[in-house]
């Protein structure tokens, strides 16, 4: 385990130190050399105790157990967006994180390694099985997560993320086309079927402060999102 980076997160900033700025303005772009984002837990780097339960708590809730305080973890104007989904707001996100256990039987983390831990971002390597209902067969996807975090709760015990990344190749997302479009209505639809009580807790987050989506063109490094090896 790498122990040149410190557990509290290095001084290097990467988004605005106002926390009122939405969750837009805190994502981190780029692209890798290759598509192995494999991850290799034995070089992870260390985190401080406030950190490393909020890691705990984003892996437990890739893992089908989302809970209404693991969802607090985002700040109401939080983004997330994958490879399928475009959430701009934490209602929107407890939408997606509470409709995982229906979705799929189980969900296993085969290991992360830390490779990021800059004052306002954490990024990780994350191995994950999703098993899926009926044919019982799953499906491990490699991917590098990026947590931007708030910077009113940085240095506090429950600390929250602003804009939530999970990049399973090597580009980035234009937010633009078809893609796009579909992350977008996917996420704006499916909180609509929620009705549980877990998911209306966040419905006041639906009017949080945002911008619209940010358009780069393209995912390569000619779309804002230099080549950078984790």
């Known amino acids: 385990m ?17 926390p009122s700025a939405p969750g837009e303005q805190f994502e981190i772009r780029q692209t890798a050399p ?25 892996i437990a809730l890739y893992g089908c ?5 693991r969802v607090k973890r985002y700040t109401p104007d939080c983004i997330y967006d994958d490879q399928f989904v475009y959430a701009n707001d ?5 939408g997606q994180w509470f409709a995982l256990p229906k979705l799929f039987t189980e969900s296993r983390n085969e290991g992360y390694q830390v490779v990021v831990n800059d004052r306002d971002l954490i990024q990780f390597k994350n191995a994950q099985t999703w098993v899926f ?24 015990d429950f600390i929250r993320v602003k804009y939530h990344k999970d990049q399973a190749n090597d580009k980035d997302y234009s937010h633009q086309g078809i893609g796009f479009s579909f992350k977008k ?13 877990e998911v209306k807790e966040f419905e006041a987050d639906k009017g949080a402060g945002k911008e619209a989506p940010r358009k780069y063109g393209s995912g390569g490094k000619d779309g804002d999102a230099p080549v950078k090896d984790l």
């Open 133 to 156: 209902p009926l044919v019982h067969k799953g499906v491990t996807i490699n991917a590098i997560v990026s947590l931007s975090l708030d910077p009113e709760t940085i240095d506090s």
């Open 90 to 94: 934490r209602y929107k996100m407890a």
């Open 34 to 58: 290759s598509e192995d984002y494999t991850p290799d837990p034995s070089k992870s780097l260390p985190l401080s105790p406030p950190r490393q339960r909020l890691v705990d708590d984003i």
């Open 65 to 69: 157990h989302p809970t209404v305080e």
């Open 2 to 18: 790498s122990t040149s980076t410190p557990a509290e997160g290095t001084s290097k900033t990467n988004f605005p130190t106002d």
């Open 185 to 197: 209505w996917q996420a704006d639809n499916v909180v609509k079927f929620m009705s549980s009580p």
